[in-house]
């Protein structure tokens, strides 16, 4: 493992900010940690590189405890959230500084910046002035200068936070390109699971300083560890019920559930995809109001407001059979889309 | 964030107390330990014993009562006139686009930066013994209390032109032309809206300047006549006259109160200044003057500025030369009359003690700046913020006979040697060091420090290629103020500084203080020279500050 | 020497300071001088002698002389006592008889007998040899003769002349709080009039139109119109608290040389004064500071210092300068105060003095 977290804690005044995580990452690979503000995923960062020790636990790199590894001799990159380019230095000098940390010559450096001016796409940049530059521009210097001294872990906090939505979508997708090609190894964190997954080979969701899960993209979005990451997940279909064989007992009647699934008093997930409207209002099944619709390209988003006292139900359905708010349409459940929930 | 219990916190620790360790020794050996000394001395008599209730039967006596009341009075009146005569000027130099105006702000900073000493020659040369209006008219103010005020005014005019006027030159005029569309006059708007936002800076300004008058000494020291005493030069005459260090220690005391209180005030206004204005580039705001009543006041303004501001350093050139090259060369001659050496000498002591001096100054002062703008700061680490502001107020004389008999054991026996001026100079440059500097270090960005040592940035490459570019220019600010106060210090060198060793202020108060024209004239020369360095140094300053406005 | 030093050794000083390794910066050469075969003279400003007189005296005794002129009379004696734990030289010379106690009081001098003190007046010595009598001399008002003759007016003799209307605004004197002579004026009124009696001959002195300055250099040669500085600066005072001696001095310095002094003495206004010098207890140099004392009070020095000083001398039979008999004047009956009532009253006389007359 290149990187890897055993039991690290850090602690602010009582509050555990990171509270015995555990955490690896290997050669080549891209983690993304995702998690709300304030789940430790910066603190998280800053452990690793060394700008915060850590109360207890270790943090190892190529196996070696890093405890007494001051932040410039870890040999590992971090993009600011903010990008924090030297105001006073031009472009080159920004992109360069690392390389006169580690003692390049000055051709060695004039060579790598203006590589890597190439590569982020501003290849006649050099002499401009930091002040000068577009956010989107920054984002990139910040990169290459972050890149140039060829940390042997990259490490990005919100990346493209601070972008616009369409500049956003489209630099996720160079980055792992761009990653991919260079074979860098990455740690990111990000609260927005769209970028998460779009970058990340595997995902690391945080909860109040521990990990609630691990995993591929798909796993992760298959099969939620708990209530809160597929809450976390944009999933609102989240209930209690009492899984007996293949039916679990919910506020919405009787839902069928894959086979195998957990047994007893759990926490159960409906994606929206698995929430079916029965033709009609005589149809059968669960009765529901439809409560608002929300278009989403070919998609209609759709709020059901189940008859008695049961939670509102979030389901899709194409835009040409969706019904007008105020119909009362009839649910059924698809047991391919639900998932119990640990 | 306050880290506690944790090693992180640990670490933040000793790194502040790194810091710390050399201004804090610095001031407790160099400052507190001969500050206490004295006052001890006085407090307690030779035998050990506390002379308590005769401290107190002090503060009772009527001439001491007189002291007393005299120099708040005559601070109370120095910092009225002062606002009297340099507000309308703030107007005139923030608002009216005239020719010349760049120079002339310029030139009235110029007696802020005077040793005190120069000031008072300054005036002399005008209102003294055969001055210029002595010649005209036959009028004489020195020895009264009227010329101390009006060298008060000098001295601080500039500190409301630049406080006070950079402050107006950049409010918006649209906020009281909006005032006036609802229905004000020119007047209600101006009293409405733009008295408020100077508000505080005025009264900062006016804080300042009663500090400043009320611990005045070099002025009042040459101005004054014998009935003319204000607290310090009255703790100078107990000491170094009297030997009655009781009445002295509690005048020390009594000040040091004083000046505690007037610190805190302004604290408190520096806080309120931050309140959120409009403002904007002053360039914009400067108009022309238009109508009779402007140009009223735009003439007004430039006759005062030229009678109190102009002039007396112009006769003070005009009178050095009154005997052609004749005083200037006097200087270098070793006629023994009033020193040991040839006065000349001084200038060269001056020039080497404030080189030592500002050095200090920037270390001491550089290394406590550092640790109070760290974002870990605490609040005791606050309050030695405020702690080091007190050099400025404390007693300059109590200062220098604390050095005397404090610094004289191994391995502090610095009496006979030459460092003790320069220390106790640096005590006055360690404040402007810390002022210029402390708002540029808090400016700086935590995580640029972070991202450079990520980058492979040792803390000391981080402080040389992230700190150092972004304050060197406040550090060379803070070098030229440390300077410029090392050189014109007075109060605290006169004593100190060895007969055979005077400095450029202590020179010319002796050369004052002595009769003849030769020894007058030597004073002018002499003056004129230490003007010429403290000038040369502002128009540095000046350039390298561009037009924002700082505390100073 | 110290001077050319400095530059070099600044920003090395500064960091010797942080590391506390301060303790003797620069006092190598000190104690080569101080230590040594330097014996050093810390005096008052006015410290005068012939060049030729101490070169015979260094030539004799082996040391070399180093005078520290340290402010007026009474600064350097504060000084000194403020630093007599560590003190600045070996011999302080110039302690009057009005500031004595304070001397003796804080113990600042080791007792040492001079060679000569036999030949000392008897009037003059002090008791244990706690301190070395060197030079003495009478604090009068001066006048300008050609004032009084021009507007036909007898000049002033004594102390109650002085607030006769005849005379207002016609006296220049000294703060008696930071000057000796004006000290010296204040202590002969005491004596005149007694310890309640003086305050009320000063209100009347000061209704008189009575002038204070803050010492003599400006009283006697800015504000007073008989002398030579004085009447070069436009002085408009013809009575001055000065010397006796002061009226032969305005003989020997002017050129060309008049036939008589153009002031004269109100010799019933007189308080005498005497210097005294003393060996610094924990001096560096004692041997040296003893030789100096020895060479004080010895006939070359003693018949030098009339006319560097002007005052007169204590030895017994030292002869005084022809100019200095010739143009002086003789007190009448110069006033006297017992040193322990100097030293009882001195400082709250001043108090009450500074409070009624400034």
Redesign the interface.
């Known amino acids: 493992m290149l990187l890897s977290l055993e039991g690290a804690t850090v602690r602010f005044g009582g509050r555990a900010a990171l509270d015995a995580v555990d955490l690896a990452v290997a050669e080549h690979e891209i983690v993304c940690v995702l998690g709300p503000s304030g789940s430790g995923k910066s603190t998280l960062l800053r452990a690793v590189a060394g700008l915060q020790a850590v109360d207890a636990g270790q943090v190892l790199l190529d196996g070696r405890d890093q405890a007494r590894v001051p932040a410039h001799r870890r040999g590992v990159g971090l993009m600011f959230q903010d990008h924090q380019l030297f105001p006073q230095r031009d472009v080159a000098g920004n992109v360069a500084f690392g390389l006169r940390m580690r003692g390049a010559g000055r051709e060695e450096q004039a060579e790598r910046v203006r590589e890597l001016l190439e590569l982020v796409g501003l290849p006649d940049a050099g002499r401009r002035g930091v002040g000068t530059l577009s956010g989107g521009e920054q984002q990139r210097v910040a990169l290459a200068r972050a890149l140039a001294p060829r940390p042997r872990l990259l490490m990005l906090d919100e990346p493209l936070g601070q972008l616009d939505r369409t500049l956003r979508e489209r630099l996720v997708v160079e980055l792992r390109d761009l990653f991919g090609r260079l074979g860098t190894t990455v740690l990111a964190v990000t609260h927005d699971q769209g970028e998460a997954f779009a970058l990340a080979d595997r995902v690391v969701v945080m909860r109040d300083g521990r990990v609630a899960q691990s995993g591929s993209p798909l796993e992760v979005w298959q099969r939620p560890a708990d209530a809160f990451v597929a809450r976390f997940l944009g999933f609102e279909n989240v209930v209690r019920a009492t899984v007996a064989g293949t039916v679990a007992d919910t506020p919405w009647g009787k839902v069928p559930v894959p086979g195998g699934s957990a047994q007893g008093e759990r926490n159960l997930l409906v994606r929206p995809s698995g929430v079916r409207l029965a033709a009609g209002s005589g149809g059968g099944g669960l009765r529901c109001v439809v409560a608002a619709r929300t278009f989403q390209g070919a998609q209609v988003s759709l709020r059901l407001r189940p008859e008695g006292e049961a939670p509102e139900l979030e389901a899709v359905c194409p835009l040409r059979d969706a019904p007008a708010p105020g119909e009362t349409v009839g649910v059924l459940f698809d047991a391919g889309e639900i998932a119990v929930l640990g | 964030m306050t880290a506690t219990s944790t090693r992180s916190g640990l670490r933040g620790d000793a790194a502040r107390l790194g810091l710390m360790a050399v201004p804090v020794a610095f001031f407790a050996v160099f400052f507190a330990h001969p500050v206490v000394a004295i006052v001890l001395r006085g407090l307690r008599g030779e035998d050990g014993a506390w002379r308590l209730a005769e401290a107190a039967r002090t503060l009772g006596r009527p001439e001491v009562r007189e002291v007393l009341w005299f120099t708040l009075w005559q601070a109370l009146a120095s910092t009225a006139l002062t606002l009297v005569v340099a507000l309308p000027a703030a107007y005139v130099f923030a608002r009216l686009r005239f020719p010349g105006r760049e120079l002339l702000r310029a030139v009235v900073t110029v007696p802020f930066v005077l040793p005190t000493v120069v000031a008072g020659a300054a005036f002399l040369a005008v209102v003294g013994r055969s001055g210029l209006f002595d010649e005209l008219w036959g009028v004489r103010l020195d020895g009264t209390v009227g010329a101390v005020l009006l060298a008060h005014v000098f001295v601080n005019f500039a500190v409301v032109v630049r406080t006070v006027g950079g402050l107006w030159a950049q409010l918006d005029p649209g906020q009281e032309e909006a005032a006036r569309m609802l229905g004000a006059s020119r007047f209600t708007a101006w009293r409405t809206v733009t008295l408020p936002a100077l508000g505080p800076a005025v009264a900062a300004a006016a804080l300042m300047i009663f500090l400043f008058t009320f611990t005045s000494f070099g002025i009042v020291q040459v101005l004054g006549g014998p009935g003319v005493s204000t607290l310090e030069t009255e703790i100078y005459r107990r000491t170094a006259d009297l030997l009655d260090l009781t009445t002295a220690a509690v005048l020390s005391l009594v000040q040091f109160a004083a000046v505690g209180g007037v610190l805190a005030v302004h604290a408190w206004t520096v806080r309120r200044r931050e309140a959120t204005l409009r403002l904007v580039d002053p360039a914009t705001t400067a108009r022309p003057p238009r109508g009779a009543g402007q140009r009223l006041l735009l003439g007004g303004v430039l006759l005062v500025t030229a009678v109190l501001i102009v002039l007396p350093p112009a006769v003070l050139v005009q009178r050095s030369f009154s005997a052609g090259l004749g005083y200037y060369r006097a200087l270098a001659e070793e006629d023994g009359a009033a020193f040991l050496v040839a006065p000349v000498e001084a200038v060269w002591n001056s020039l080497e003690y404030a080189v030592a001096a500002t050095a200090i100054a920037l270390v001491i002062g550089g290394l406590a700046a550092a640790a109070l703008a760290r974002r870990d700061a605490g609040r005791w680490v606050r309050g030695f913020d405020a702690l080091l502001m007190l050099p400025l107020g404390v007693s300059a004389v109590t200062v220098g006979f604390g050095f005397l008999i404090a610094l004289d054991e191994p391995p502090l026996d610095l009496r006979s040697t030459w460092i003790l001026v320069p220390l106790a100079q640096a005590l006055v440059g360690v404040p402007f060091v810390v002022r210029t500097m402390l708002p540029v270090l808090r400016a700086v960005d935590h995580r640029l420090r972070e991202a450079a040592a990520v980058l492979g940035a040792s803390p000391w490459r981080v402080w040389r290629e992230v700190d150092l570019p972004m304050v060197r220019r406040a550090l060379l600010i803070a070098a030229g103020f440390a300077f410029a106060v090392s050189l014109g210090e007075f109060g605290a060198t006169v004593f100190i500084a060895r007969p055979d060793n005077p400095t450029l202020p202590v020179a010319v108060a002796k050369l004052i203080g002595r009769p003849g024209d030769l020894n007058y004239g030597q004073a002018m020369a002499l003056s004129v020279i230490l003007m010429v360095v403290c000038a040369a140094a502002l128009l540095v300053l000046e350039r390298l500050r561009g037009d924002r406005t700082g505390e100073f | 020497m110290?001077?050319r030093?400095?530059?070099a050794a600044?920003?090395a000083?500064?960091l010797a300071?942080?590391l506390?390794?301060?303790?003797?910066?620069?006092?190598g050469d000190?104690a080569q001088e101080s230590g040594g075969k330097t014996v050093t003279l810390v005096s008052h400003d006015s410290w005068a002698a012939s060049e030729e007189v101490i070169a015979a005296f260094e030539k004799e005794s082996g040391f070399k002389v180093k005078?520290?002129?340290?402010?007026d009379a009474?600064?350097a004696?504060?000084?000194a006592?403020?630093?007599k734990?560590?003190p600045?030289g070996d011999v302080l010379f110039g302690v009057d008889n009005t500031l004595l106690s304070?001397a003796l009081d804080?113990e600042l001098f080791d007792p040492y007998e001079a060679e000569d003190a036999a030949k000392v007046g008897e009037e003059f010595r002090v008791e244990g040899d706690a301190a070395t009598p060197v030079t003495t001399g009478d604090v009068c008002v001066n006048y300008d003769k050609a004032y009084f003759e021009e507007k036909g007016l007898e000049p002033p003799r004594t102390f109650d002349d002085l607030i006769d209307p005849r005379y207002k605004n016609l006296l220049v004197t000294e703060?008696a709080?930071?000057s000796s002579p004006g000290l010296g004026f204040l202590l002969g009124t005491a004596a005149e009039y007694g310890d309640k009696g003086w305050q009320d001959y000063w209100k009347k002195l000061k209704a008189n139109g009575l002038k204070?300055?803050?010492?003599w250099?400006?009283a006697?040669?800015?504000e007073f119109s008989g002398s030579a500085?004085g009447k070069?600066?436009?002085g408009e005072r013809p009575l001055v608290v000065s010397y006796a001696s002061s009226p032969p001095v305005e003989v020997i310095y002017a050129d060309p040389q008049p036939e008589e002094a153009p002031t004269g003495v109100a010799t019933g206004t007189c308080f005498r004064q005497v210097e005294y010098a003393g060996l610094l207890k924990n001096a560096k140099n004692p041997e040296g500071g003893k030789a100096l004392l020895d060479f004080l009070v010895s006939e070359r020095f003693q018949e030098d210092l009339p006319l560097n000083m002007f005052v007169n001398p204590v030895r017994e039979g030292a002869e005084l300068p022809e100019a200095f008999t010739e143009h002086g004047a003789v007190a009448e009956d110069p006033r006297t105060l017992a040193p322990e009532k100097i030293a009882a009253h001195r400082?709250e006389w001043?108090?009450s003095w500074?409070?009624l007359v400034?």
């Open positions: 110290h001077i030093r400095k530059p600044a920003t000083a500064v300071l942080a506390s390794a301060c303790g003797s910066g620069g006092s000190d005078v520290l002129e340290d402010g009474g600064q004696l504060n000084k006592v403020l630093t734990d560590h600045q304070r804080n703060n709080g930071t204070v300055v803050s010492g250099e400006q006697y040669n800015e500085g070069q600066a436009g400082d001043v108090d500074t409070s400034l």
